[in-house]
């Protein structure tokens, strides 16, 4: 084996120009290959963030537009039919869906959420922001970390108190180094006491929790918005692995509360965390079989160019190989000669794409970082694995027709060339 | 007999004009014979040496090498009787480049079954042809008689029967090539059989018996006498 490699460097670097050229194809390919994959992965990371964001092991429970009005107003597809995203509000999700559903066995707490937009001011700096308004319970649910004061209490809720929690970027636009606790800032027309702030989280998609305010969900409701419903529900389980049954349960509550006896007249969904990244992981391997179609093309024309050098590298060698047959080589030590060079200049491309892949995936991800993404720089092994694997095939299926060539080439008309 | 060629015919069909390039060759080599094939360019005599090296197959006719008819070997059998009991010496030598001159000469170990110690191997098979002070060398660094005999070391390596030298000196002044011809003469001395093709009569004067080949047939086999041998070489040494 060794005699081999140590042949096959004096052929590779006989032309180390040609060598690289050759080799771009699979160094794209594979290094597309793996920026994709690794960019998928850093993109789940990000999207688990985001769905674990509303906390462990929940549920959510938006407002939906009933299927019959839903038909007769847009009759699309279905996919954007929460009351957010619609110009008709569904006013029929209340404080009391949230208490009724947290008497099941399996939802150990819950919450509900409205999300309200004003001007915000500290002194002479005003803000056009969110107000987000949750139940006290958020605090125990959400993976948000307080870092300075506290969150409100149940009795600040059910009093209206005008106290609320800063996100991270607004706190420090308003109070700098100084300490927020206690101050007074202004919502709206209202006063409200700065009785913490959170650290940072960065950005989920449309919403940054850290440029928002929050506040009790009743205040929100009574002093802010004016309404007694809520945008959306959160609930937490006890038990993870029976979220599709306890949803089924949380439907049926919602459905007594709001006298609906046909489910397709639903004015809710309740979506678990599995379902919510079923979705999302659905459009990713689509996107991702996509580019790795592309990919492929370059593989496959990568391997061509080195099935081209490999026959140009035959008829270069043809004295050679004509004298190594008068030496005693044999059909396969001639095969297997060339066989390993066609491979170890695919696997030098794919050892290189892989790299190239890999850089090109931690600058996406330093990217999606710096706009304040919960992005991960992740190379899955398998797909390296996989990467250097194809590679290798390339080298293999490519290489072994111009091999095959050589090796059956007549010692004394390969000798008479030279 | 090592070598028992009987009533070989090589022909070759250029689009249905069939050219007999050898036409019924008899020949017998023994062990030890120091034999050069002599004959004009288009005589047949590389055909033959070919074919006589396992590098190319009869049309017709019989080949016994040490008493086996060699009619129904495979190519790989081929290949290991060139690597195991034949050693080949080229006019334009054959080194691989940017290869040491010790790794080209290890290079018919590669493909042996008995590798054993390569790299001392060929060092010992470079020393016998006194250049065991350029073992490291590239063989493009070295000048043309010391090439020739790399690629005598070359030959010598697996331990053949037979040398077959082609045209060794064809390449080569008359000081390099008079060295070659003497390590070829000391090899018979010590037993291997050497068949030497040459056009060149000085060269073959060198062996001990000269067959002339002439439009595929042998015309001539005719042992040298040893006063001519030696007469020979004070001519050239003169």
């Given amino acids: 084996m060794s005699t081999y490699l140590k042949q096959v460097k004096r052929g590779i670097s006989s032309n180390p120009s040609r060598t690289i050229l050759t080799t771009l194809g699979i160094m794209i390919g594979i290094g597309t290959v793996v920026l994709v994959l690794s ?10 963030a985001q769905v674990d ?20 107003n847009s009759g699309s597809d279905g996919s954007a039919n929460n009351s957010a995203s619609n110009a008709v509000p569904i006013t029929t999700l209340k404080n009391r869906d949230v208490l009724d559903m947290r008497s099941l066995p399996n939802v150990k707490n819950s919450y509900g959420a409205a999300l309200g937009q004003k001007v915000v001011s500290y ?4 803000k056009n922001t969110f107000i987000f308004g949750a139940d006290s319970n958020r605090f125990d649910i959400d993976k948000g970390v307080i870092e300075k004061g506290r969150g409100y209490s149940s009795d600040e809720d059910r009093s209206l108190a005008q106290v609320a929690v800063l996100g991270h970027d607004i706190a420090v636009d308003f109070f700098g180094e100084n300490d927020p606790l206690g101050k007074i800032i202004r919502v709206g027309e209202y006063n409200f006491e700065v009785i913490g702030t959170y650290a940072r989280r960065g950005s989920f998609g449309f919403s940054n929790d850290d440029e928002q305010v929050f506040i009790p969900i009743t205040t929100l ?12 529900a959160v609930a ?3 038990d993870n692995t029976k979220a599709d049954a306890t949803s089924l349960d949380i439907a049926d509550v919602l459905r007594r509360n709001h006298y609906i006896q046909d489910p397709a007249k639903d004015d809710f969904k309740v979506q678990t965390q599995a379902q919510s990244l079923d979705t999302f992981n659905t459009i990713l391997r689509a996107v991702t079989f996509l580019l790795i179609a592309i990919a492929a093309i370059s593989l496959l024309v990568g391997g061509v160019g080195v099935m081209n050098i490999m026959y140009v590298v035959v008829t270069e060698r043809i004295g050679e190989i004509g004298l190594k047959k008068a030496l005693g080589a044999k059909y396969n030590d001639i095969l297997y000669e060339f066989l390993i060079e066609a491979v170890l200049l695919t696997l030098l491309g794919g050892v290189v794409g892989v790299l190239g892949g890999a850089a090109g995936a931690f600058l996406i991800s330093k990217v999606a970082q710096s706009f304040g993404f919960a992005w991960a720089f992740v190379v899955p092994l398998w797909g390296v694995v996989m990467a250097i694997s194809v590679s290798m095939i390339i080298g293999i299926i490519f290489g072994v027709f111009p091999a095959r060539n050589a090796a059956r080439m007549d010692p004394i008309q390969a000798l008479n060339k030279e | 007999m090592l070598i028992q060629l009987k009533n070989i015919i090589k022909s070759y069909d250029n689009g249905g004009v069939v050219t007999n390039v050898l036409k019924g060759i008899n020949l017998s080599v023994a062990e030890g014979e120091f034999v050069a094939i002599m004959g004009p360019s288009g005589s047949g005599k590389s055909t033959m040496m070919h074919i006589i090296g396992f590098l190319d197959r009869p049309t017709t006719g019989d ?9 129904n070997f495979s190519d790989d059998d081929l290949a290991r009787i060139r690597n195991e009991r034949i050693g080949f010496v080229f006019q334009s030598f054959n080194l691989l480049p940017r290869t040491t001159v ?4 290890a290079l018919p170990l590669q493909y042996s079954s008995k590798k054993g110690d390569a790299q001392a191997r060929a060092k010992s098979a470079l020393e016998a042809v006194g250049l065991g002070h350029r073992l490291d060398f590239m063989s493009n660094q070295i000048s043309g008689g010391q090439k020739q005999r790399v690629a005598i070391a070359r030959a010598l390596v697996c331990d053949p029967k037979v040398i ?9 002044d008359s000081k390099s090539g008079s060295t070659v011809m003497h390590i070829l003469e000391r090899l018979n001395n010590e037993g291997k059989t050497i068949i030497l093709v040459t056009h060149d009569t000085s060269v073959a004067m060198h062996a001990k018996r000269i067959v002339t080949i002439r439009d595929g047939d042998i015309v001539a086999d005719e042992a040298v006498a040893e006063a001519e041998r030696l007469h020979s070489k004070e001519e050239e040494e003169a």
């Fill in chain 1, 39 to 48: 960019a998928g992965e850093g993109f789940k990371s990000y999207i688990n």
């Fill in chain 1, 221 to 232: 409701q009574k002093k802010i918005l004016g309404v007694d419903y809520l945008f959306y």
């Fill in chain 2, 63 to 71: 080949y016994l090498f040490d008493n086996v008819d060699t009619k």
């Fill in chain 1, 123 to 126: 002194g002479n700096i005003s």
């Fill in chain 2, 102 to 105: 010790l790794d080209n000469v």
């Fill in chain 1, 236 to 238: 937490e389980l006890s």
């Fill in chain 2, 164 to 172: 077959f030298a082609d045209e060794p000196t064809g390449n080569l």
């Fill in chain 1, 53 to 72: 964001a509303f906390g462990s092991n929940t549920v959510i429970i938006q407002t939906s537009v009933p299927a019959s009005t839903k038909s007769r």
